[in-house]
């Protein structure tokens, strides 16, 4: 069993920053890829970032240049950093790792970018 817990979300002024962290715990021999998908209401989720276990990343075009995606592979935490804020970046954000083959899924933070 693979269990993963968000944390950092929150409400935060255009132009703010939030960190989000996500930590995964369980039977975890080896994960592959993680990253951070989010989903406004009406909308599909969508892929925000990803970083391979080697640390190659991966961003959203509407994402470059405002968030960071990192990981810290001996506490199985994965890492959001988001800067330069918009209201059109509120959504929850969920965090997902593969592990052998398989996806996982944490439950999701909310955040909202509002003034």
């Known amino acids: 069993q693979v269990q993963l817990v968000e944390s950092g979300g929150g409400l935060v002024q255009p132009g703010g920053s939030l960190r989000l962290s996500c930590l995964a715990s369980?039977?975890?021999?080896?994960?592959?890829?993680m990253g951070w998908y989010r989903q406004a209401p009406g909308k599909q989720r969508e892929l925000v970032a990803i970083?391979?276990?080697?640390?190659?990343?991966n961003y959203a075009e509407y994402v470059k240049g405002r968030f960071t995606i990192s990981r810290d592979n001996a506490k199985n935490t994965v890492y959001l950093q988001m800067n330069s804020l918009k209201p059109e970046d509120t959504a929850v954000y969920y965090c997902?790792?593969?592990?052998?083959?398989?996806?996982?899924w944490g439950q999701g933070t909310q955040v909202t970018v509002s003034s």
């Open positions: 970083v391979s276990s080697s640390g190659t990343t």
């Open positions: 369980g039977s975890i021999f080896s994960i592959n890829v």
């Open positions: 997902n790792i593969h592990v052998l083959g398989r996806s996982f």
